[in-house]
């Protein structure tokens, strides 16, 4: 390197026999050389080595946050604060998903915190232990087989549950949470947590003091069977105890998992399900027969009806005449037209009922028609039976040669009628004999026993079905 | 040598030693403390007030001279040993409780406790408080259905107050935040009871229901026999009624006979006859009179001397 020269100073070459300067400017022997040159190289490697390490480490403090993340940023310790436009504080700044620039450590350090739902389980807590090699087994397996096992409880082994009933159950829980929306929250979050790792401890317990809380107030009945309903109450009670102490996380979900009695009561339990079943099975078949046997009454009109005859007897136990009568007269339209209102429809009648009433309808018709054809046979045979006006009636019931023509002939008609009959059985008995000896007709007895037995089974299905 | 001593001298170069001397400077001699500490900083093991930081920043130290002790400052959780005693009531429980703490006074934390191992063995003594408060309520007061009657949140307070209560004697710098309870067993003899009972209560509610079901079964199939007996009253009421009035109505047309009554009369007989005859009739004739002309000669009237 060039000395810098003071242009007043006098210079010219001087030889000095001062050895140090002799030795400053005596060319270097080749190993020598050799080393400076290689000093050199070595320590211009160095220096980029250097500057290169400078400007990563300058830009080390850039950092990412993912999209499930938000991070805060601490500058020697102290959380970093974001500021309004006035500069005033508005509380810690929260790094959203990106890119972002800082100082490196240990001027910067970024704290991530997860944002995703996280959770939490109660897995061994409230539940026993297993026998050894049984681990694999369900509970209701080990129950089926319990024999004597699950007899008490260790509670140094055996996790349980008190219920309000002073009973015993065993769950497991699942807790669901995340970070919380505002800022606050992941301001709270990292002074009083820190990570989730924490936040998943202090929330175990948490979980815990909630979980006797909850259960102290149900049925051992209702932890087993209305699961949902205790997660739903447990929820409110865990999120108070995270609030006061100031976590900044939200709980979506409480659910309890696997929700049973102790090993050797659940036989017991079982055999209660078994009776609510078969006890559900009676009912529904006690109804399914009512509904068979009121439509086979009434049809589906059998609610209107009954609720028709309802109204009509209280009328009646409260005295209420006119009532009773209106209700009364509703009810025989009903039964005539064979259709009812209810409910702003119109239900037919059927069943015994409406066939009791058709074939009402149809006896009162066919007795009417019956007379009317009498009628007017009797009208049309008359001005003929006039003619024969001068007659006697005794002769004309006494001698049949006496009879009018048209009578006689009305009588010999009603004879072959007689004679005709499938059912008659003639016999004829010679002159002079008192006793008879007659062979039936096996035909003739075996249609009126057809007859006879037709009319007992149709007996029989009226009295079935009219006194049920 | 000229080379190096020729890097020396390149300002670049200088920079760079100076900013690694100055790293290593500030390495040995500041400290930070981060915003979720507190820190002491100690004079030979000594301290004062002065030497409590408690907000984050850097400090500074001189070594071998200062020592920095950092506390955190969030809450923190201890659990109770479990620990079986009895209620009011005589029943034997166990009840695990646990506390969240945090340092409130890190001078007072160092010059009493000074690290994290001591204060648990302190607080674990407090905490023994915990059974002898539950000791003073009732079983049905640790668990009931109605929840009016549960205490737990109540033991839980007068259990945190009370040992707060006995911290403030001891000056530890420690605040107990809250106190809870996380679990409540029962001994081993005293869960044999419980399943007992809870087998014969669930022996008897198997019964109950089955007689429960067979009980409303036969409601509901006496019901059926009812209503169906009440409509068909009303129907056959209604029927007869309606037969009634066929009857009145044909009633009304026979006053068209009255006039003719005799031959009226004559032709209902013909047909009473022809229907009485018409089944399960056996019909015994004089042979002697085999002539059709001479069957029934006497007409209507006289049938009663040949029929049987």
């Known amino acids: 390197m060039s000395q810098s020269r003071n242009p007043f100073e006098h210079h010219h070459p001087h030889h000095h026999h001062d050895d140090d300067d002799h030795e400053a400017h005596a060319p270097l022997d080749p190993a020598q050389q050799s080393l400076a040159d290689a000093l050199r190289v070595s320590f211009l490697l160095l220096k980029v080595v250097m500057v290169v390490l400078v400007i990563f480490y300058l830009f080390s403090g850039v950092f990412s946050v993912e999209t499930d993340h938000k991070a805060v940023l601490l500058r020697f310790g102290k959380l970093v604060q974001a500021y309004d436009e006035n500069r005033e504080p508005m509380g810690v700044r929260v790094f959203s998903s990106g890119v972002h620039l800082a100082m490196p450590l240990p001027i910067d350090e970024v704290i991530q915190i997860p944002t995703s739902r996280q959770t939490v389980t109660l897995n061994t807590q409230f539940y026993y232990q297993k026998p050894p090699g049984m681990e694999q087994r369900s509970h209701t397996e080990l129950a089926a087989e319990s024999d004597g096992m699950g007899g008490s409880l260790n509670p140094e082994r055996d996790g349980s549950l008190l219920t309000g009933d002073a009973n015993v159950v065993h769950a497991r829980w699942t807790v669901s949470f995340e970070l919380g929306d505002t800022a606050e929250d992941v301001e709270n979050f990292v002074r009083n947590v820190g990570s989730i790792d924490r936040a998943t401890k202090q929330l175990t317990i948490a979980a815990e003091q909630a979980a006797v809380h909850t259960v102290a107030r149900f049925t051992a009945d209702q932890i087993v069977q209305v699961s949902a309903a205790v997660g739903e109450t447990m929820k409110p009670l865990l999120q108070e105890l995270v609030d006061q102490r100031g976590m900044g996380m939200t709980i979506l979900e409480v659910s309890i998992n696997e929700p049973n009695f102790p090993i050797t009561v659940t036989p017991s339990y079982n055999a209660v399900l078994d009776a609510r079943s078969r006890s559900g099975t009676s009912i529904n078949n006690a109804r399914r027969e009512y509904e068979q046997v009121m439509t086979e009454i009434a049809g589906s009109a059998y609610p209107a009806l009954l609720e028709l005859i309802d109204g009509y007897e209280a009328a009646v136990e409260l005295g209420d005449d006119e009532a009773a009568a209106d209700i009364e007269a509703r009810l025989g339209e009903a039964l005539r037209t064979r259709t009812v209102e209810h409910d702003g429809r119109v239900l037919e009648v059927g069943g015994l009922t409406a066939q009791y009433i058709s074939e009402a309808i149809g006896a009162r018709t066919q007795l009417v028609a019956a007379v009317e054809a009498e009628l007017r046979e009797f009208l049309g045979l008359l001005p003929y039976m006039q003619e024969d006006a001068d007659l006697p009636i005794e002769q004309r019931r006494v001698d049949s040669e006496a009879l009018p023509f048209r009578m006689h002939r009305l009588w010999a008609d009603a004879k072959q009628t007689i004679f005709e009959g499938e059912d008659i059985e003639l016999g004829f008995m010679p002159a002079g004999q008192v006793y008879l000896e007659m062979n039936r007709d096996p035909d003739v007895l075996r249609r009126r026993e057809e007859r006879r037995l037709q009319e007992e089974q149709e007996q029989r299905r009226r009295q079935r079905a009219g006194g049920f | ?308």
């Open chain 2, 1 to 308: 040598m000229d080379g190096a001593a020729t890097d020396m001298k390149n300002p670049l170069t200088l920079l760079i030693a100076i900013l690694i001397a100055l790293v290593l400077l500030a390495y040995m001699f500041c400290f930070q403390v981060r915003y979720d500490e507190s820190a002491v900083r100690t004079t030979f093991n000594r301290a004062t007030e002065a030497d409590v930081i408690r907000t984050a920043g850097l400090g500074f130290k001189i070594p071998l001279v200062h020592r920095v002790y950092k506390y955190p400052r969030q809450n923190r959780t201890l659990e109770m040993v479990s620990e079986q005693n009895n209620t009011f009531d005589s029943v034997s429980v166990i009840v695990e409780a646990y506390l969240v703490w945090k340092i409130d006074d890190p001078l007072k934390y160092f010059n009493k406790l000074k690290n994290d191992a001591r204060a648990e063995a302190a607080l674990s003594q407090l905490m023994r408080q915990v059974p002898a408060i539950i000791g003073t309520y009732r079983f049905d007061q640790l668990v009931n259905t109605d929840p009016a009657q549960i205490r737990l949140e109540e033991i839980e307070t007068l259990a945190g107050d009370a040992i707060r209560a006995d911290l403030a004697n001891y000056d530890y710098g420690i605040e107990v935040v809250q106190v809870g309870i996380r679990r409540i067993l029962l001994p081993d003899a005293s869960t044999k009871e419980v399943f007992n009972r809870m087998k014969s209560e669930r022996q008897r509610m198997a019964q109950a229901d089955l007689s429960r079901g067979e009980a409303e079964a036969t409601r509901i199939r006496s019901e059926a026999r009812s209503a169906s007996e009440r409509i068909m009253s009303f129907a056959q009421r209604e029927a007869s009624l309606i037969e009634t009035r066929g009857k009145l109505q044909a009633a009304g047309l026979y006053a068209a006979y009255e006039k003719h009554q005799e031959f009226a009369i004559f032709l209902r007989e013909l047909e009473a006859l022809k229907a009485m005859l018409e089944k399960n009739t056996y019909l015994v004739l004089d042979a002697n009179k085999l002539s059709p002309v001479n069957l029934f000669t006497t007409g209507p009237g006289a049938l009663q001397g040949d029929e049987q």
